[in-house]
Every structure is written in C-alpha cells, then in structure tokens.
C-alpha cells in the first residue's frame, strides 16, 4: 500500500504578476521536497464540469471563462489574478481531488496527496478570491458525499487564513464535519469561534498573532480530536496550508516543521483509528518558498509512515 502524489505540469501554467506570492515556484519548491520520497506518481485529469457544479453556480465558471485572457494578467480582486493557464490549472487542481478521493475510496493507495496550485479554500460558491478559483477541498468532499456515498466526512483546514470558502460551500451540509485554525485577526477576518454552520458542524479555532506550536497543539488536542472521534468521519480532507510557519511572510504564527509533522502524525493516527486511515490532503497556501518546502515534505513524510 502506498501514499499517491497527484499533481500536473499545467499547475505551473497559472502565472501570477512579479512578487506575488502564490507563484509558479511555490509547487516546483514542494515536487523537489518531495522527489526523493517513495511515493505513487499519478497524473491530475482535468475535473469534468459537472464536478465543479457540485459546488459553484454555472455562473461562477461562466465569470472565469469570460474573464481569461488572452495574454498578460486579468485582475479577479486585489490579490487574485488569471493568467491564460489559469483555467486549465484549476481543472487540474479539482481533478486532482476527485482522483484522489477516488483512488482513497477504492483501496488503491492508503491516502493522497495533491500538489496542485491554484489553491482552493478561500473560493466560495460565486466568488473567487485569496488567490483561490475553485474550493478544491469541499468539491473533495461533495464528490466523496455525493458520488460515492458516504455518510460523513471531515475537513481539517490547518492553514493560518481562515478557509472561509469551504466553510461558505459546506455550511449546510450536516454530512461534513470542518475543523479549521487560523491566525485571528488576520485577513480575510472571518473565522469566528460562533461561525459554526448550519447544523453547529463547523468548528473554528481561532489563534493570535505571534502564538506558537504549543497553543496550535492543545487548541487541536482539546477541540479538535474529540470533535473528529465524535463524528467519526468516513474519510478525512485536509487542507494543507503552511504559511503558519514562523518564516512564512504573510502572517505571524510561529510553527515549526516539527509541528506541522505533529499535528499531520495525529491527523493520521484518528484516521487509522476512524476510518481505515483514509486521508486526502491537499496543498493550500504556503509562501516562504524554502520552509514550504520542508514542511510539505515533513506533511508527506507523515502519510507516508501512515500507509505502510
Ligand atoms: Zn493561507
């Protein structure tokens, strides 16, 4: 058994204007992390359309099929950009999660990763933004739901912005249980310990500014796990954001690798626990190219143990 990395070169078709921090180095830094790994290669498909439908209006695909360009950038909001890649990147980065919850599923690999970009967990249903164009991780959890039947799934979102996309897209769906961390205040502001959806299913766990690994660690410890056993999920997604490490130049959490790998171990543990180790996980944000690098292969290096 095995841990699948699912990724596609037109990830890197997604360009963004100069100094920006979602960029094309970001996921080549993570494929050389991971090179050395024993890990399932498997090329992303393009998602069918009906796959991003489960989760965004048609008019949502129509705003960003109008809005590619032809060349250069088309600006989507203040910090979101396409570039004439762009659309063919999203399609892989959502194919990549339907592949992966695929494969999971039917036993052909014990968990998956996804190295994709455009990330997805700030997308809501008619909105992109947060350089985000599809919710990758929620269209994960539709399809599991919806396409192979499962009855529960759990979101882990561990990136340090709130994953306010995923929570709009599964706010009244009772079968998805989202846990998500993030560094509060920060941008994009919402987050809230009373946001807790429709059915009281989603759990946000605030944490401030300049707090550290330790408080990350009793925050999931005493919120989190109990929450996940409680549920007992069929299948776990986590959006792998690493931009709260304390390199990261976009917001002031201070974790370690080691923590990432921690917290990645204990998700692995509950999963083995809950749902035969059912793991899909996929890269969100993450911008300081050299502790990306290595927290994503200390993310991997953990699934990797877990699937023996
Ligand atoms: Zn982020």
New binding site residues.
Partial sequence: MTTALITHADCLRHETPTGHPEQVARVEHVLHALEPLALRRVGAPLAAEDDILRIHPIDHLRGLRDALPQAGFAKIDGDTFMSPGSLDAAFRAAGAMVRAVDMVLSGEVDNAFAAIRPPGHHAESETAMGFCLFGNAALAAKHALDHHGLKRVAVVDF???HGNGTQDLLWDEPRALVITSQQMPLWPGTGRVDEDGAYGQILNMPLPPDSDGATMRSAYAEQAFPRLRAFKPELIIISA?F?AHRDDPLANLNWSTEDFAWLTAELCSLAAALCAGRIVSTL??GYDLNALAQATRAHVEELIKAAP
């Fill in positions: 990136d340090v912005h954001g931009d969100e944000g």
